[in-house]
């Protein structure tokens, strides 16, 4: 009886889910051989399946319950401690849980099997049972250490779209790019605040920075920072050939005490008339605006709208972007190579996703099996974008614990 309640106790909370492993299709006699040598494996090492049950897992493991019961005792837990432990905390149970099965399975082993038909059976089920329940144990770790993250977890990020090479159809991307991440943000009931936008007369973008906030939203979008590729017949392209353009995308962490605070007494505010294109209203008022920030000497400029006072708000936009960048790069000393790193310099071969409007093909670079198809629902922002992203970051955090596992087996 008290192993029947176990069984039940355990399986009701390893139910399976969908995941990186599929369930075991074999024989149900096979379970418990199946199950002994960790079935579930998310990737290689010397050519060797990387399983649950290895010995450099197990380290893993024990070195994530260590700092899990460690934050628990801790008595005063920043907003990061936090984040860490709600991260921890489940697979850690599971793992516990495991170890439970394990000796229970163990137990069972050392059993003789006696002449009595009917205890034969019941052995032989019972250890079928615990066999089943810990392939189950194990593919739920699995699916909980690769949707963990072994970076700082922030709030809010900064995200810039910027047209790259291409002209005036690299800023009509940039538009459409923007505005899937918009979409993507509603998706995913996250906030968005608008910091600067720089549009053009035929509806592009030459550049938006806006601020995203959301518990998961770094995580969820930090590998989305790079030169992003459109291939496509332009409306304007009278012989029908393909255009290639690029649009970069980077992503800037932003702490949860992050603030700019702009003091009028620090702004310098000049007004000019306006020059070049615009109608009647060039030349003949003073509607553009420079503002200078005496402290740092940041200059920004604005002379789009016909209004002074309109002018005004955007420059002072601008002038927020800036300190905040220039913030952050000063707080964080990898911002800026990391900015570097994501956009490198726009150029067509540095791609990390490739979208062609001929094919109806979304391709991402970094991941196997990384091609899509229905361009029209992706740029929506909506599941699709999600279901690339997350692979995309099962993919990338693949990788990072194989790093991780090699230099602790070096060790």
């Known amino acids: 009886m008290f192993l029947a309640r176990a069984i039940s106790t355990i399986a009701s909370r390893a139910a399976p889910r969908v995941g990186c492993c599929a369930p075991f299709a074999g024989p149900r006699h096979a379970w418990t051989r199946v199950a002994a040598k960790g079935f579930c494996s998310f990737g290689k090492i010397g050519g060797e399946p990387l399983l649950i049950s290895d010995e450099r897992i197990q380290k893993y493991l024990d070195s994530l319950r260590l700092e899990y019961y460690a934050l628990k005792v801790q008595e005063q837990r920043t907003s990061q401690d936090i984040h860490r432990m709600m991260a921890l905390s489940n697979v850690v149970e599971m793992y516990e849980q495991r170890k439970i099965v394990v000796e229970n399975l163990g137990s069972l082993k050392e059993l003789k099997d006696d002449k009595d038909d009917e205890m034969i059976q019941l052995l032989k089920e019972e250890r079928e049972a615990y066999g089943s329940i810990l392939v189950r144990l194990d593919r739920e770790i699995m699916e909980?250490?690769?949707?963990?993250?072994?970076?700082?977890?922030?709030?809010?990020?900064?995200?810039?779209?910027?047209?790259?090479?291409?002209?005036?159809?690299?800023?009509?991307?940039?538009?459409?790019?923007?505005?899937?991440?918009?979409?993507?943000?509603?998706?995913?009931?996250?906030?968005?605040?608008?910091?600067?936008?720089?549009g053009t007369d035929l509806g592009g973008l030459r550049h938006?920075?806006?601020?995203?906030?959301?518990?998961?939203?770094?995580?969820?979008?930090?590998?989305?920072?790079?030169?992003?590729?459109?291939?496509?017949?332009?409306?304007?392209?009278?012989?029908?050939?393909?255009?290639?353009?690029?649009?970069?995308?980077?992503?800037?962490?932003?702490?949860?005490?992050?603030?700019?605070?702009l003091k009028e007494k620090?702004?310098?505010?000049?007004?000019?008339?306006?020059?070049?294109?615009?109608?009647?209203?060039?030349n003949t008022t003073d509607s553009a605006v420079r503002i200078v920030h005496l402290p740092t000497g940041i200059a920004v400029e604005c002379q789009t709208e016909r209004s002074q006072g309109k002018n005004r708000e955007i420059a002072k936009q601008k002038l927020v972007a800036k300190l905040m960048q220039q913030e952050l790069e000063a707080r964080f000393t990898s911002t800026q190579a990391l900015k570097k790193s994501q956009v490198g310099q726009s150029l067509r071969n540095e791609k990390i996703r490739t979208y062609n409007f001929n094919q109806d093909r979304i391709t991402d670079h970094r991941i196997e099996g990384g091609t899509v198809h229905n361009l029209k629902?992706?740029?929506?922002?909506g599941q699709q974008l999600d279901d690339m992203i997350d692979?995309?970051?099962?993919s990338e955090r693949r990788k990072q614990l194989l790093e991780l596992i090699s230099k602790a087996s070096a060790q």
């Open 144 to 198: 909980g250490i690769l949707s963990m993250d072994e970076g700082e977890e922030y709030g809010s990020l900064i995200m810039e779209v910027t047209a790259g090479v291409g002209g005036q159809e690299a800023m009509l991307f940039a538009r459409e790019l923007f505005d899937m991440y918009c979409g993507y943000v509603e998706h995913k009931d996250w906030e968005v605040e608008m910091l600067q936008t720089e």
């Open 377 to 381: 629902g992706f740029l929506e922002g």
């Open 266 to 282: 620090d702004l310098k505010i000049e007004t000019k008339r306006a020059s070049g294109a615009g109608g009647q209203h060039v």
């Open 208 to 261: 938006a920075t806006i601020i995203i906030n959301g518990s998961d939203a770094y995580r969820c979008l930090k590998y989305e920072g790079g030169v992003h590729r459109v291939q496509r017949i332009p409306a304007t392209e009278k012989s029908g050939r393909i255009h290639t353009s690029t649009v970069t995308v980077a992503i800037i962490p932003r702490p949860d005490d992050f603030e700019v605070d």
């Open 391 to 394: 692979k995309l970051h099962r």
